[in-house]
T-cell receptor
Framework: GDSVTQMEGPVTLSEEAFLTINCTYT??????LFWYVQYPGEGLQLLLK?????DKGSNKGFEATYRKETTSFHLEKGSVQVSDSAVYFC??????????FGTGTSLTVIP | NAGVTQTPKFRVLKTGQSMTLLCAQD?????MYWYRQDPGMGLRLIHY???????AKGEVPDGYNVSRLKKQNFLLGLESAAPSQTSVYFC??????????????FGEGSRLTVL
C-alpha cells in the first residue's frame, strides 16, 4: 500500500547549519507530496508541497523537490534558525481522501 | 480567524468511561478527519468524513465512533475508554472541488489520558 518513510530523529543542529531531512514514498500512482511542520504545543501546518514530478516546493527558506525516479521528497534548508525547531512530517496524498504521514522528525536548533 | 477548533484540549479519563471530542471548523470545508498522534508512530487516521451525514473508517477505527450531523462539526466518541487510547488527537479539515489544494488545516490537538 501507499506509505511514507522519513528519516528518524531527533536531529540537533547549530544555528546557520545546513538541514536535510530525508523522505521516500511508496505509491501505486502519482501522489501529491507535502511537508508539514508542528511547532511545540500546536497542530500541524503546511510548510510546502509539490503535485507532480520535478516540481519544487518552497517556503520560509525550505525546499523540497519531487523526484519520481528515486521516489523521494527530501526537505532542505541552507541555514537553519532557532525558530525552525519543530517536528517535520512528510506526507502523501493519492487521488482520494486519505493522507499518509511519516513518523515525524524532531529538529532542535541550538544558538 | 478561528479555523479548526477542538474541545476539550485536555482530559483525563478512567478506564471504561466515555467521552466525546468536538471539532468545529468555520471554513465551510467538506472533508474532516480525526487523527491520533503517538510517539514514534506519526499520525494515524481514525475516521474521516467527506461531507455532512457521511463517515468512513481510517487506519485505526476500533474503539471510536464519529458523527457529522452538521457540516461544520465532526465528533469523535470513545464509548469505553482504554489506556491504549491515551494519545493526542488532532482534527483536520480540507476543502474540496476546484479550490482543493490538498492542504489540511489542523486544530491544536486534544490530549487525552486514560488511567
Amino acid at each position: 500500500g501507499d506509505s511514507v518513510t522519513q528519516m528518524e530523529g531527533p536531529v540537533t543542529l547549530s544555528e546557520e547549519a545546513f538541514l536535510t531531512i530525508n523522505c521516500t514514498y511508496t505509491a501505486t500512482g502519482y501522489p501529491s507530496l507535502f511537508w508539514y511542520v508542528q511547532y511545540p504545543g500546536e497542530g500541524l501546518q503546511l510548510l510546502l508541497k509539490a503535485t507532480k514530478a520535478d516540481d519544487k516546493g518552497s517556503n520560509k527558506g525550505f525546499e523540497a523537490t519531487y523526484r519520481k525516479e528515486t521516489t523521494s521528497f527530501h526537505l532542505e534548508k541552507g541555514s537553519v534558525q532557532v525558530s525552525d525547531s519543530a517536528v517535520y512530517f512528510c506526507a502523501l496524498l493519492m487521488t482520494g481522501n486519505q493522507f499518509y504521514f511519516g513518523t515525524g522528525t524532531s529538529l532542535t536548533v541550538i544558538p | 480567524n478561528a479555523g479548526v477548533t477542538q474541545t476539550p484540549k485536555f482530559r483525563v479519563l478512567k478506564t471504561g468511561q466515555s467521552m466525546t471530542l468536538l471539532c468545529a471548523q468555520d471554513m465551510n470545508h467538506e472533508y474532516m478527519y480525526w487523527y491520533r498522534q503517538d510517539p514514534g508512530m506519526g499520525l494515524r487516521l481514525i475516521h474521516y468524513s467527506v461531507g455532512e451525514g457521511t463517515t468512513a473508517k481510517g487506519e485505526v477505527p476500533d474503539g471510536y465512533n464519529v458523527s457529522r450531523l452538521k457540516k461544520q462539526n465532526f465528533l469523535l466518541g470513545l464509548e469505553s475508554a482504554a489506556p491504549s487510547q491515551t494519545s493526542v488527537y488532532f482534527c483536520a479539515s480540507r476543502t474540496s472541488g476546484k479550490r482543493d489544494t490538498g492542504e489540511l488545516f489542523f486544530g491544536e490537538g486534544s490530549r487525552l489520558t486514560v488511567l
